[in-house]
C-alpha cells in the first residue's frame, strides 16, 4: 500500500485536493489503514498518458520491428509519462509491414506496447505527407488479413483512406477483427467520411493534418468526424502541425470526451537537430520541426505526450482535467481500455505521473511501481 498525500488529484470532473492511495498496482478506495505515506505537498497527480499514435522516440523507431530498437522508443516515451502507448507504423513493402507487425506483437505480449497502429499503406497520394507515394496502394484484405494474424491480437488501429476503392469494406472487415478503423490521409468529401464512420470507422487521424481542409461548403473529413459523436479526433497539439486557435475550435466542437492528444513523435524525439529516416523517407529536424528533405511536408513531430498535455494548459488554455482526460481518458475509450487506464479511479492500474509546478512530469509510477 502506498498512500500519496497532500496531491492535488485530477480526477475527470474536476480536482480533488487530498490523498490517493495504491494497493496491488492498482489505484484503491479510501481506507484508514495507512502505510508508505508520501506527502507531495500540493503537487498534482495526474493519470498516466496514453499515446495512439506514435512512431518513436530517443533515435529508435517503430519501424524495423526489432525488439531492442522499439523497447529504446517505448522506454523514453514511459519516462516522459507515457504509460501505456501504441507502436504505429508508416507504409511500407509488404513485406517490411509483416517483419515489423510480427515483430511489435512480441513486444505487446510482453506489456511494453498497447498495441500496433498501421498507419497506411491505403492512404490517399494527394495526402501522403511523409509517406513513401510509391508504396501506396488500394486496401487489400488478403494483406489485412495476414497482418491481423501476425499481430496476434494486438494490431488495434488501422489508419486508411475511405474514399479508395474496396476501403469501406475494409472498414468493416476491422471492425469486425477488433481493429479500429481510423480515417485519415485523405481527400474524402464529408459523405464518404460519413459512409466510414456509418460502417464502423471510430477515430478521425491527426484531424486537420493529411486531410482535405475544411471548407464551408463541403465540411470534408474535419466536419464529419467533428459532428459525429461516436468518433474520437486525434490532434497533434506541438504547435507546429496545429496552431492553438484551431486546437481551442476542436475542443469546443468535439470536448474533451472526444479529443485525444497524441504525439505522432518520430526517432528524432528527444534527440534534437539532425537528420532521420521515417519508414525510408529522409527527414530533417531544424528548430524541432521535422519536415522531409528537401520539401515542406511536416513529418511527424518531435514531442512528448509530457509537451502535448502542458502545452494544452499553458498555451490552448484547457483547464487541467479536460487537458488529462484529453491526454488519458479519451485515447484509452479510442483503444476500449477505459476500464483499465486512463483515469484515477479505484480499480483502474495505478498508472500516475507527479507534475511539479511548472506542470512538467517529475515521477512516473507504472502499475503501482514508479520508474
Ligand atoms: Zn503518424
Redesign the pocket.
Known amino acids: 500500500m502506498t498512500v500519496l498525500t497532500n496531491a492535488r488529484v485530477v480526477l475527470p470532473d474536476g480536482v480533488r485536493h487530498g490523498e490517493l492511495r495504491i494497493e496491488a498496482g492498482r489505484i484503491a478506495a479510501p481506507s484508514p489503514v495507512t502505510e508508505d505515506v508520501l506527502d507531495l505537498a500540493g503537487r498534482y497527480v495526474i493519470p498516466g498518458f496514453v499515446d495512439i ?1 506514435v ?1 518513436g522516440g530517443a533515435g529508435a523507431s517503430y519501424q524495423s520491428g526489432r525488439g531492442e530498437e522499439a523497447r529504446r522508443a517505448a522506454e523514453f516515451h514511459l519516462a516522459a509519462g507515457t504509460t501505456t502507448t501504441i507502436a ?1 507504423l ?1 507504409t511500407g513493402s509488404p513485406g517490411e509491414l509483416a517483419d515489423a507487425v510480427a515483430g511489435l506483437a512480441d513486444l505487446a505480449a510482453d506489456g511494453v506496447l498497447a498495441g500496433i497502429h498501421l ?1 497506411g499503406p491505403y492512404l490517399a497520394r494527394e495526402r501522403c505527407g511523409a509517406h513513401n507515394p510509391t508504396l501506396l496502394r488500394p486496401p487489400d484484405a488478403a494483406e489485412f488479413r495476414r497482418l491481423v494474424a501476425l499481430g496476434r491480437g494486438h494490431l488495434r488501429m488501422i489508419t486508411l483512406a475511405p474514399e479508395l476503392p474496396g476501403a469501406l469494406d475494409l472498414v468493416r472487415e476491422a471492425a469486425d477483427a477488433g481493429v479500429i478503423a481510423a480515417v485519415g490521409h485523405t481527400e474524402a468529401p464529408g459523405a464518404t467520411a460519413r459512409a466510414a464512420f456509418d460502417a464502423g470507422a471510430r477515430v478521425a487521424t ?1 484531424l486537420f493534418n493529411a486531410m482535405r481542409p475544411l471548407h464551408h461548403r463541403e465540411g470534408g473529413p474535419i466536419a464529419a468526424a467533428l459532428n459525429d459523436p461516436r468518433v474520437i479526433v486525434e490532434l497533434i497539439a506541438d504547435g507546429v502541425h496545429v496552431e492553438s486557435g484551431v486546437v481551442r475550435l476542436a475542443f469546443e466542437a468535439a470536448g474533451a470526451g472526444r479529443v485525444a492528444l497524441i504525439t ?1 513523435a518520430m526517432a528524432a524525439a528527444g534527440m534534437g537537430d539532425g537528420d532521420y529516416r521515417l519508414g525510408g523517407m529522409e527527414v530533417q529536424v531544424r528548430d524541432g520541426r521535422a519536415t522531409l528533405a528537401g520539401g515542406s511536408s511536416i513529418a ?1 513531430s518531435t514531442i512528448t505526450m509530457a509537451d502535448a498535455f502542458r502545452r494544452a494548459v499553458t498555451e490552448v488554455g484547457l483547464p487541467i482535467e479536460q487537458a488529462a482526460e484529453a491526454a488519458a481518458l479519451t485515447p484509452a475509450r479510442a483503444l476500449g481500455i477505459d476500464s483499465r487506464v486512463g483515469s484515477l479511479e479505484p480499480g483502474k492500474d495505478a498508472d500516475l505521473l507527479v507534475l511539479d509546478d511548472d506542470l512538467a512530469v517529475a515521477r512516473v509510477m507504472k502499475g503501482g511501481r514508479w520508474r
Open positions: 499514435h512512431h504505429s508508416v498507419e491527426h505522432d511527424g
